[in-house]
């Protein structure tokens, strides 16, 4: 099923200087062909997630809203369940759960919270996966782990979607990768980050061909009969339209840092074939998204904000198809 998957585009975006921008840029998204805004969920220059996606919610009837992704750390997950199936009402049924584990030291450092070793955090995260998709069940969950104890609590309000908002998980390093496969809906397929410090401190062996490769086989392994079931998606930041395909990839390659990884050679070929970009003509980007998701099952796109322009002809010949 998951080769078989229709396209569908996502903009990843977070800021607006008004309440009436904001609006106004969601009902453009919808109006597009978009099927969903996503957030970031960070403490620097960016609107609080959950009031976002609630305005751009009240402002479309079609568009679904979520974050790339809820960090678990920042709000126990009783609390966001309960935030985001309010939402869910409210928007009637066009929510989608992102959570992740949290990466991001500077937001640690500045609100004071503890910034434990990856494997608390993804122990925590993995916990609160099964309690957010227990609350999202609609039963009354009793639970006692490492660390959340849950008692009798029953959620309200209910999803108004089947089987509860649709969950998407990060696959980025080993252990993730494989709870992405066995909970999740959605699998984001992104780099593992070289750094907790910086968004441009770009792991780019990760994000190479190969690396999609290992890491598609890994979900597919992990999850076994259930990857029919599973939408791959990925969120492409770097899009050019032009008619010199291999000259604008061979700029991009020559000014990119050298990999740590001595098996990866930065080059415009790797530019090229990396899933986390798209060079060339519109008739170009449309063959390579057909032919990588022929390769990699992946059907649902995420463009950054500023790239919307841009990508807009894509999505208009490919939404849905």
């Not at 999202?136 to 959620?155: L, Q, R, S």
């Not at 604008?248 to 090229?272: N, Q, R, W, Y």
Request: some cysteine.
């Amino acid at each position: 099923m998951a080769g078989n998957r229709p396209f569908r585009f996502g903009v990843h975006t977070s800021d607006a200087a008004t309440g009436a921008a904001w609006a106004a840029a969601a009902q453009r998204y919808e109006g597009m062909g978009f099927s969903t805004l996503l957030l970031r969920d960070h403490f620097d220059q960016q609107l609080a997630p959950i009031a976002a996606m609630t305005a751009a919610a009240c402002a479309t009837t079609t568009l679904r809203v979520g974050c790339l992704v809820f960090d678990n750390d920042y709000r126990h997950p009783l609390v966001l369940a309960k935030e985001l199936l309010s939402i869910d009402r409210l928007s009637g049924g066009r929510v989608e759960i992102g959570l992740g584990a949290g990466w991001m030291a500077p937001d640690y450092e500045q609100s004071g919270m503890p910034f434990d070793a990856p494997a608390v955090r993804v122990s925590r995260f993995e916990e609160a996966v099964r309690l957010v998709k227990a609350f999202c069940a609609g039963k009354p969950v009793d639970f006692a782990g490492e660390h959340y104890t849950i008692i009798n609590h029953e959620m309200y309000p209910p999803s108004l979607q089947k089987s509860g908002p649709p969950m998407l998980l990060v696959a980025g390093g080993p252990r993730m990768t494989r709870i992405a496969a066995a909970e999740a809906d959605i699998v984001a397929i992104n780099p593992s980050k070289k750094s907790n410090e910086l968004w441009e401190d770009q792991n780019l062996g990760d994000a190479s061909a190969q690396a999609v490769d290992r890491k598609v086989d890994a979900i597919r392994e992990a999850a076994g009969d259930r990857y029919r079931d599973i939408e791959l998606q990925i969120v492409v930041p770097f899009v050019v339209l032009t008619d010199d395909r291999e000259g604008t990839a061979a700029a991009i390659a020559g000014g990119l840092p050298a990999s740590d990884d001595p098996s990866f050679e930065v080059s415009a070929k790797t530019v090229l074939e990396s899933p986390f970009v798209l060079i060339g003509t519109e008739d170009q980007i449309c063959e390579t998204l057909n032919e990588r998701r022929d390769r990699w099952d992946l059907s649902y796109y995420v463009f950054n904000d500023d790239s919307i322009d841009t990508v807009a002809p894509i999505v208009a010949r490919l939404a849905g198809t």
